[in-house]
């Protein structure tokens, strides 16, 4: 089962010396779960690997937890992990526990802000002063705007409205802020 979950067929005979990083990691987290322990931990599982082994890593660990209820423990940088993996966060900072619940339960209570990005027909756009708003370029495109701003304070029509001004909309998507700007938030004590 684990050789074809984290799909190690293709290097078994291979000595560990000669597997590249992401071959390493495959086998072993396969290790890790050898003997069907009830709770493993794991410390940064998918750092330095390329995005098809991360997946391949991440899919694994869903299944397992699912299929055979093994508690995982897993302590990542890489907020895709989380998102992907996991759905309780105990969120450390500086030693004591900031946040320990459901992942959906904190982005509902943390995400108070909304992020539009607004592309214009206009070649080069300046950046303007929006009331109530931060605007930035987070973008390499001259035609593009990022606007965040507090979803109670102003609103996205009325937002939409003052971007008109600006010049001729081409596109814009609008979303909450995810796992990634909420932790950005608390880090730099905005929450």
């Known amino acids: 089962m684990l050789f074809t979950l984290l799909d190690l067929q293709g290097f078994k005979e291979i000595p560990v010396r000669q597997l590249s990083l992401g071959q390493r990691m495959r086998a072993e987290v396969a290790c890790a779960f050898l003997h069907s322990p009830r709770i493993v931990y794991l410390d940064e599982p998918t750092i330095g690997i390329d995005i098809v082994t991360k997946a391949k890593i991440r899919d694994f660990l869903r299944d397992i937890n699912k299929e055979e209820k093994t508690t995982i423990i897993l302590t990542s940088h890489d907020i895709d992990d989380i998102e992907t993996v996991c759905?309780?966060?105990i969120l450390i900072d500086k030693g004591h526990i900031v946040y320990d619940g459901?992942?959906?339960?904190?982005?509902?209570r943390y995400a108070v802000y909304k992020k539009i990005r607004v592309a214009f027909k206009e070649r080069d756009i300046q950046p303007i002063?929006?009331?109530?708003?931060?605007?930035?370029?987070?973008?390499?495109?001259?035609?593009?705007?990022?606007?965040?701003?507090?979803?109670?304070?102003?609103?996205?029509?009325?937002?939409?409205?003052?971007?008109?001004?600006?010049?001729?909309?081409?596109?814009?998507?609008?979303?909450?802020?995810?796992?990634?700007?909420?932790?950005?938030?608390?880090?730099?004590?905005?929450?």
Do not use: M, W
């Not at 001004?165 to 932790?183: E, K, M, P, R, W």
């Open 102 to 108: 459901q992942i959906v339960d904190f982005i509902e």
């Open 129 to 191: 002063l929006i009331p109530r708003c931060e605007v930035s370029r987070e973008t390499t495109k001259s035609n593009e705007l990022i606007i965040r701003y507090k979803k109670d304070e102003i609103d996205t029509n009325e937002l939409l409205n003052i971007l008109q001004n600006v010049g001729t909309i081409s596109d814009f998507t609008a979303h909450d802020d995810n796992l990634t700007d909420l932790l950005k938030s608390i880090y730099k004590e905005e929450i």
């Open 87 to 89: 759905k309780r966060l």
